[in-house]
């Protein structure tokens, strides 16, 4: 297996892993998406709420705000000490309180500690008209995707390598599948066509209808995989990535030790 970095930077990754099968592939693209923790919050206790937006309404907006949080820190509640009854090594409790006319946005939450906090500042929760206050204590905890979406760590995506062949014998330079290519990474160079970007390519095939002389070519590779990683959580892309290979490790090992059992 190998792994090249194509594209990083705090909330995104792009990288291609060769040597995998699409079974592989998709599974840790799950793993990514549905089974790394993330903080958010859970329970909303509202002592006023005088806004135009429902309680629920507010509660639910509320759990989609992505938080930091430190993750040597705290515990999924099913692997607590205190078995999920709530303590500060699976907890956290955020409160807010004000009063219209203003908008409510994510940075007005005050966490009882300071690494846990709303990953954006801006996020709208509620707008409060004059006369109206909102008030409320939350608690926020670590839970994964598949419980709910709230908990989702990243958007995943992956596509196989595309393969691009260029016929040189056949190809004339006349250019016209230069002009159909939608991703614009086909050029004539010394009367030569060449690919810029291979990355690029959606393998739309628009290229290979356009060439009247059947000059090109494209095609995918089956065990060469391209992964976009984008954070939605209080995560870096990176470390999605490696808390999903980490926990996909976990698995297989699992398994192992339960076939070993089986006679």
């Known amino acids: 297996m190998k792994i090249q970095i194509l594209e990083k930077n705090g909330n995104e990754i792009k990288f291609l892993v060769e040597g ?10 799950r793993v990514m998406m549905t089974e790394v923790p993330t903080m958010a919050i859970e329970w909303v ?5 005088d806004s ?9 907006r509320l759990g989609q705000v ?26 956290v409790k955020l409160t807010l309180k004000k009063k219209g006319p203003d908008m409510v946005y994510s940075e007005d939450l005050k966490s009882r500690t300071k690494d846990v906090k709303a990953v954006f500042d801006k996020i709208p ?10 008030e409320f204590e939350a608690t926020a905890q670590l ?11 990243a958007n995943v995506g992956y596509s196989n390598l595309p393969n691009i062949t260029i016929d040189s014998k056949k190809c004339k330079g006349c250019s016209t599948c230069v002009k159909k290519c939608v991703k614009k990474i ?8 060449v690919v810029t970007d291979p990355l690029a390519c959606n393998v739309c095939l628009q290229c290979v209808d356009a060439c009247p002389d059947g000059a090109i070519k494209v095609g995918t590779e089956d065990d060469k995989f391209i992964f976009n990683v984008e954070t ?3 995560i870096p892309a990176e470390e999605v990535v490696l808390d999903a290979a980490d926990g996909l490790e976990n698995k297989i090992n699992d398994f192992a030790k339960s076939l070993r059992k089986v006679k």
């Open 20 to 29: 995998i099968s699409a079974a592989f592939a998709n599974a840790l693209r």
């Open 45 to 49: 206790d509202f002592k006023k709420n």
């Open 52 to 60: 135009a937006l429902s309680d629920e309404i507010v509660a639910n």
């Open 66 to 91: 992505p938080l930091t949080f430190d993750k040597h820190v705290y515990n999924l509640p099913s692997e607590c000490k205190c078995e999920g009854k709530g303590c500060s090594r699976c907890q």
């Open 125 to 134: 929760i509620v707008e409060l008209f004059e006369g109206q206050e909102i």
């Open 143 to 153: 839970g994964i995707g598949k419980e709910h979406a709230k908990w989702q760590a």
């Open 186 to 193: 086909l050029k004539i160079e010394n009367d030569k066509l």
């Open 232 to 234: 939605v959580s209080g």
